[in-house]
């Protein structure tokens, strides 16, 4: 429910919306015509602060997709919904501490890290599974090589820190 | 409580773990999404600054233009000068001349060659670079001759067929990147009767094995004239090579003789064909089209004509003859036209063979004017469909721009880029790839990418490293505009607060910087921005600074001589026409005088003179214009700091 006095803080929230979801559509618009290849609007809207889950992300999607689906995403399409995304501040991230918590659930005899087998077993077979390339992209920077296992506490630390 | 657990528990725990899984998952494919883009933004600032180099080269061709109409006082001062410039090359070099007093001494022990070359060179060739020996400059231009011999047989375009059992192997730019070549090879087999490849131009230029992959090409080339084919690119240009770095790579290696290298490469560069047309349905040619790109003109025009993308054709009309008259027998056009105007191709030809080696596709429908690179054009899918259809072919295989998978089909499928230099603007960037094709089948493709320790590198580190990389030269571009930067910045900054909005702070950034680029994205690497979200934009400079030469010279001075420095080394390149590295002072001065005018640049002459002066270059009335231009360098506050970062973890 928008309110009228909310209207012209809004304005210009959209204006400048409008110009962050334009630059982050362009970097994936190969073919400079306006359209991204479906499979890249996941990373356009995480690139942009936002973390829906697949089964979120699908649904948007759909919002976005022409009638009879072309592979292709067109800006006009996306533009006014990523807005409204942005605008209600929906998808946000994780919190650190939730992260670490989460970890923590599949570390109940608190040991201060997860086996490599474990990690690959909780992450392909519960919740959204990975992908294959997902899972050895995680793998290649968490898993420590001597010990084989993920030191959660320390990996979480190296993420935030590599992100800011 | 207990050791049976009831069944309720279990569903509770395994609850419990799914929504941390889904939590973990959601966390890492944001992480991972967010590094990917990183990924992409560097690539874009690497290309658009690429382009935007290759703008400024082609700019150098209207400075030329330009000098060309001003010669008359140039002729006054320096007569030698214009003449030196355009005078040189029209005739063909004598094998003689270059080989007669040359000998390879015993105690060389690098490759040494057999002619009537055969497999066997090749294979001797590519064990002694692997081990960086070098080719003695004798076999070089003894190869050099030989192929230019053997390539000026050959017609504009090479045909060629395929067989289900005869397929053939395209492969893109390779810039001087020895170790792709190798890779290639060693995938996909040498070339051979039963093993045609066709290489699409760019082997030269950025990477430092240009020399090596020259070589290897070239000898194979004329070991199987028939099965290995090599299309011109954009690079193969002696006016670019001194730009982007062959040159300089001849003259380190070959200290001697680099100047008769450089000199034949120049003609051999002319004859390479334009492109290759395979089983009458594939166009294979280095850059692209245009929508009045004529197949039949391309096949009848005399290529060799085509010396550099520099040096557009003179336009012929009463004028000139006008001018000829006024300064009697030694006039410019006069000395240009030795012979008759027959020594260049008409406006319409040059353009054509511009338009192939420079355009690239777009999305967007016509043909437009290439505004990144300054030459050729962007064309649409209506182009491609237009000209492949009136010439009855189904495909267009070109290469010319870096892809990050190594290749990409647009235009409906009918259009291939194909690149196989990976890892070709920093490690990690991209990978290579070639095609592999025949008559009725769906070409496939290869990809590769050369790492070296950083081969199991996790996906962060790499992109880190190509950030890094990408954000420094940005950095770079803007310290060598801060002038203008600065005025463009305190024009908007009406309170002199010293803060921009991110909206007028980037509007200012692309204006000035001509670079499309996600502003906003980047801004926070480049500059600080306060709670309010408002930019310190003077805070972007801080961390760089252009090394002075000399203290006491303008700042705006140094910045404009590192701002043109590629420029600069081009012109003096060529005005030092026996490659000594040395031209004289007065010539040093005019130079600069022009080069002012032309690009309206406000220094004194006096600052100039001053700077020469005191960095004492001045060897006995010539100037070392190496090392003058080596002196421009930018340094970068945190460098010693970014060393150590890359050990995290």
């Not at chain 2, 310290?479 to 007028?504: C, E, H, V």
Request: with cysteine; aromatic share 10%.
């Amino acid at each position: 429910m928008a309110d009228d006095r909310d209207r012209d803080g809004t304005e210009v929230a959209v204006a400048e919306f409008h110009k962050k979801i334009k630059e982050a559509f362009e970097v994936f618009d190969h073919e400079s015509n306006s359209t991204v290849d479906v499979r890249e609007v996941g990373t356009i809207i995480r690139s942009l602060g936002c973390c829906p889950s697949e089964g979120e992300l699908h649904d948007l999607i759909a919002e976005v997709e022409e009638e009879e689906p072309t592979g292709y995403i067109r800006f006009e399409k996306f533009l006014p919904v990523m807005t409204e995304v942005l605008l209600e501040r929906r998808y946000r991230p994780i919190p650190e501490d939730i992260l670490l918590r989460a970890f923590e659930v599949l570390d109940p005899a608190k040991r201060g890290f997860l086996t490599k087998g474990e990690l690959i077993k909780y992450m392909t077979e519960e919740g959204e599974p990975f992908s294959q390339e997902e899972m050895e992209e995680m793998l290649s920077a968490a898993i420590d090589p001597e010990t084989n296992s993920i030191n959660y506490k320390d990996y979480i630390t190296m993420m935030v820190i590599d992100e800011n | 409580m207990g050791c049976g657990t009831s069944s309720a528990t279990e569903d509770k725990k395994s609850e419990k773990a799914l929504k941390a899984a889904l939590v973990i998952q959601n966390w890492y494919r944001g992480y991972r999404a967010r590094l990917k883009t990183r990924q992409r933004y560097a690539l874009t600032i690497f290309q658009s600054i690429e382009y935007a180099d290759e703008q400024g080269q082609l700019q150098l061709s209207k400075f030329f233009s330009f000098m060309l109409e001003n010669y008359t006082r140039v002729q006054e001062k320096e007569p030698g000068l214009v003449t030196r410039l355009f005078g040189s090359s029209i005739q063909d070099k004598d094998r003689q001349d270059y080989l007669g007093l040359l000998e390879v001494p015993d105690s060389y022990c690098g490759p040494r060659l057999q002619f009537p070359l055969t497999f066997t060179d090749i294979d001797l060739l590519i064990e002694a670079f692997k081990q960086q020996q070098i080719l003695h400059a004798y076999y070089v231009l003894e190869v050099l001759f030989e192929t230019k011999r053997v390539l000026q047989q050959m017609p504009n375009f090479t045909h060629t067929r395929t067989s289900p059992s005869k397929e053939i192997t395209i492969c893109g730019d390779l810039h001087g990147k020895l170790d792709d070549l190798f890779l290639i090879f060693y995938k996909n087999g040498l070339p051979s009767a039963s093993n045609p490849y066709v290489f699409n131009g760019d082997f030269v230029d950025r990477g430092k094995n240009s020399m090596e992959i020259l070589m290897i090409l070239f000898v194979s080339f004329l070991v199987y004239p028939n099965d290995l084919h090599l299309n011109r690119g954009n690079h193969e240009d002696f006016m670019m090579n001194m730009r982007y770095g062959f040159t300089k790579e001849i003259l380190h290696k070959y200290k001697l003789h680099g100047k008769k290298i450089l000199q034949i490469l120049e003609e051999v560069y002319t004859w390479l064909p334009i492109g290759t047309i395979i089983d009458n349905e594939v166009l294979v040619i280095h850059g692209g089209i245009s929508e009045s790109t004529d197949l039949n003109l391309l096949h009848r025009l005399e290529r060799n004509k085509m010396r550099s993308v520099l040096m557009p054709p003179i336009p012929m009309d009463g004028d000139c003859a006008e001018k000829k008259n006024k300064l009697g027998t030694t006039s410019l056009l006069g000395i240009r036209t030795s012979g008759s105007f027959s020594e260049q191709l008409t406006k319409q030809e040059w353009e054509q063979v511009v338009d192939i080696l420079w355009s690239d596709p777009r999305g967007k429908r016509g043909c437009y004017p290439n505004t990144n690179r300054g030459g050729g054009c962007y064309f649409g899918p209506d182009v491609t469909a237009k000209i492949l259809n009136k010439y009855h072919l189904k495909m267009l295989v070109r290469s010319h721009e870096c892809k990050p998978d190594g290749y990409e089909i647009c235009h409906d499928g009918k259009v291939i880029t194909i690149f196989s230099a990976s890892n070709y603007y920093e490690e990690g960037s991209n990978r290579g790839a070639y095609i592999r094709m025949s008559y009725g089948t769906t070409p496939r493709f290869f990809q590769y990418q050369i790492t070296r320790a950083t081969c199991f590198r996790p996906l962060y580190q790499r992109v880190n490293a190509i950030e890094s990389s990408a954000i420094r030269m940005l950095k770079e571009r803007m310290i060598s505009r801060k002038t203008d930067l600065t005025r463009a910045f305190q024009l908007q900054d009406r309170n002199k607060s010293g803060k921009l909005s991110m909206g007028q702070w980037a509007f200012s950034m692309e204006n000035v910087l001509g670079l499309n680029l996600p502003w906003r994205s980047l801004s926070s690497h480049l500059v600080t921005t306060d709670k309010d979200g408002n930019i310190d934009y003077m805070s972007g400079f801080q961390d760089v600074h252009i090394q002075k030469p000399v203290k006491e010279v303008q700042s705006t001075l140094i910045e404009t001589v590192y701002r043109y420095r590629s420029d600069l080394q081009i012109i003096f390149n060529i005005i030092d026409s026996d490659h000594s590295g040395l031209i004289s002072m007065e010539e040093f001065r005019c130079m600069w005088k022009l080069f002012k005018s032309h690009y309206s640049v406000h220094i004194d002459d006096s600052q100039f003179d001053e700077l020469a002066e005191r960095m004492d270059l001045n060897k006995d009335g010539s100037i070392d214009f190496n090392e003058f231009l080596k002196a421009f360098y930018v340094v970068h506050k945190f460098d010693k700091l970014n060393k150590s970062d890359n050990k995290l973890a």
